[in-house]
């Protein structure tokens, strides 16, 4: 009878740690979801004259042409706002499988997965598409902040406050009033 207790205690823990592993996922969602809803992925094309931004699920949030795009004619820019744009999509599935991993844990391995398939749909090697994620999770990365701030402003010179702006000379009749009411002694 002890044996079966001790197996059955061990089975309870076992679907207890499960029931925690569960709960600590789903207290992540909402900061996941946070952080897809707030993904925007840029590619420019290598002469600089197109600019695509997408964000969540690829869509595409702004697309921007240079003047000199533009005179290069209808099929370079064609070719051009293509490859931006495909790469720009490319980035934000890449942004949003590391969001989701980090998240979920790797036990899916949904990176590795888009990778491959990226590596297939734009006929390249998977090494090059890990190697433009990791340019992209570099260029991501929030920078170092110094551990010792006693050299460094509080404040940027756009975060001061600006002046108050001084009283309008003059005024209507009521400002006249109230300031002669106040200036007044009795």
Do not use: C
């Amino acid at each position: 009878m002890s044996a079966e207790f001790d197996q059955l205690v061990t089975e309870f823990e076992r679907f207890q740690a499960s029931i925690r592993d569960v709960d600590d996922r789903f207290a992540g969602l909402g900061a996941m979801q946070q952080e897809l809803t707030g993904l925007q992925a840029t590619a420019t094309s290598p002469d600089g004259g197109v600019t695509v931004v997408t964000g969540p699920g690829g869509a595409v949030l702004d697309v921007k042409f240079t003047d000199a795009a533009l005179a290069k004619g209808a099929q370079a820019l064609s070719a051009a706002l293509m490859t931006t744009l495909r790469d720009a999509v490319g980035e934000a599935a890449r942004r949003q499988a590391v969001i989701v991993q980090e998240h979920m844990g790797d036990n899916l391995g949904l990176v590795d997965q888009v990778i491959e398939t990226q590596a297939v749909a734009f006929g390249t090697s998977v090494e090059e598409m890990r190697s433009k994620l990791e340019e992209e999770t570099a260029r991501q990365a929030p920078a170092a902040a110094p551990e010792d701030f006693s050299e460094q402003r509080v404040l940027r010179q756009a975060d001061t406050p600006p002046p108050p702006a001084p009283p309008a000379p003059g005024g209507s009749a009521g400002d006249t009033f109230l300031r002669n009411l106040f200036d007044e002694e009795d």
